[in-house]
């Protein structure tokens, strides 16, 4: 609401009180990946950074829930269930009950669908807060077996590193096109404060562009629209949104040292490879278990990055902006067997360089 309400300040308010309610609990919703209706068609790419901030809260809202309750500690699935629960159905009924107050001629939500939508994500969020509360997240992990358990971390690392990569990318593609971004941005005469509302709306959405800028180093890349594509070897792309951000999407293909950035994602594997190893070889486990804890690590880094890719993406509207962002599958397939490849290489060199080390 205050984004919404400051973008209106920088020009002649055009909206009332009660319209910068509504745009901003649409805003809310969409964070959420709700898709909301507008005159130009359906938008449902969630900005990432709101969404990890709700996601936050609401863990912390199992987390207090459980201990309410009495289930702190006490590794009871029924009670870091039913917390979870609870959580999700007052969120379920916040979600449906903003709908409601969104609806209109301009922009309108789908009560059911913004209430499923919010119960699923409290249910989900509100678990992962409770679990470790009660001491069930501890009990599970420490069951399982050792390789199962570090591939999980290792591949969560894994996928983490490869985030980091696409942050980087998206950060130096806007901050080389800076000039063009300023233009965008000053193209809105919005004044200071409607021009600051949008470099905030474009940092609600960084995480998304870091999410594109992984998939653009894995391979797959991203579509700014129907039949487009932007990757390493091939970028097609027509008109596009007037958003600053959106200034740093590559001309063309790269050439000569720009084919580097293929193994950005390979080395950031194999340093979660090398990891991996040396927290392993504090017992001398050997090889074979080493290298299960690597297979494991490349699955779960495909699906964590597939999840993201999915996460990140959405309609901009209809018509050729109905499709934007990365294709799931393929983000998880190439990144599973990069994830796989770069940690089974680092943590077997690393193996073998620690081994040779102490048998000298």
């Not at 107050?101 to 059911?112: E, F, M, S």
């Not at 001491?135 to 894994?158: F, H, I, N, W, Y």
Request: charged share 10%; hydrophobic share 55%; aromatic share 4%.
């Amino acid at each position: 609401m205050v984004l919404v309400g400051v973008a209106q300040l920088g020009d002649a308010p055009q909206l009332s009180i009660a319209g910068i309610v509504r745009y901003g609990l649409g805003g809310w919703l969409l964070a959420h990946g709700v898709p909301l209706r507008t005159e130009l068609g359906p938008v449902g790419i969630a900005p990432l950074a709101l969404a990890g901030f709700a996601a936050w809260r609401v863990a912390r809202a199992g987390v207090h829930t459980a201990r309410a309750v009495g289930g702190r500690r006490g590794r009871s699935p029924g009670v870091a269930l039913s917390a979870a629960v609870a959580v999700a159905v007052v969120y379920a009924l916040l979600g449906a009950g903003a709908a409601g107050l969104v609806g209109g001629a301009q922009l309108a939500v789908d009560p059911l669908r913004a209430g499923l939508t919010l119960g699923g994500f409290g249910l989900a969020a509100a678990l992962a807060g409770a679990l470790p509360t009660t001491g069930l997240s501890a009990l599970v992990l420490r069951r399982l077996p050792e390789a199962v358990g570090d591939g999980m971390r290792t591949g969560t690392v894994a996928a983490l590193l490869a985030l980091a990569v696409g942050a980087a990318l998206a950060g130096l593609a806007v901050a080389l096109a800076g000039g063009e971004a300023t233009e965008t941005l000053a193209s809105y005469r919005t004044g200071v404060l409607g021009q600051a509302a949008i470099a905030l709306l474009c940092l609600a959405y960084a995480p998304n562009l870091a999410v594109w800028g992984a998939s653009y180093a894995l391979g797959p890349g991203f579509a700014v629209g129907a039949d487009t594509v932007v990757t390493i070897h091939e970028v097609s792309v027509g008109a596009m949104p007037a958003l600053p951000v959106l200034a740093g999407l590559p001309s063309g293909p790269l050439a000569g040292a720009g084919g580097l950035l293929l193994g950005a994602p390979l080395a950031a594997a194999m340093t979660a490879g090398w990891l991996l190893a040396r927290r392993r070889l504090r017992g001398d486990p050997g090889w074979l278990p080493l290298l299960g804890a690597a297979a494991v690590a490349g699955p779960v880094a495909g699906g964590l990055l597939g999840l993201a890719a999915w996460a990140s993406a959405g309609p901009l509207g209809a018509g050729r902006l109905a499709v934007v962002g990365p294709v799931p599958w393929q983000v998880a397939a190439v990144g599973a067997g990069i994830a796989l490849l770069g940690v089974l290489v680092g943590a077997a060199a690393t193996r073998a360089m620690l081994g040779a080390r102490s048998s000298l």
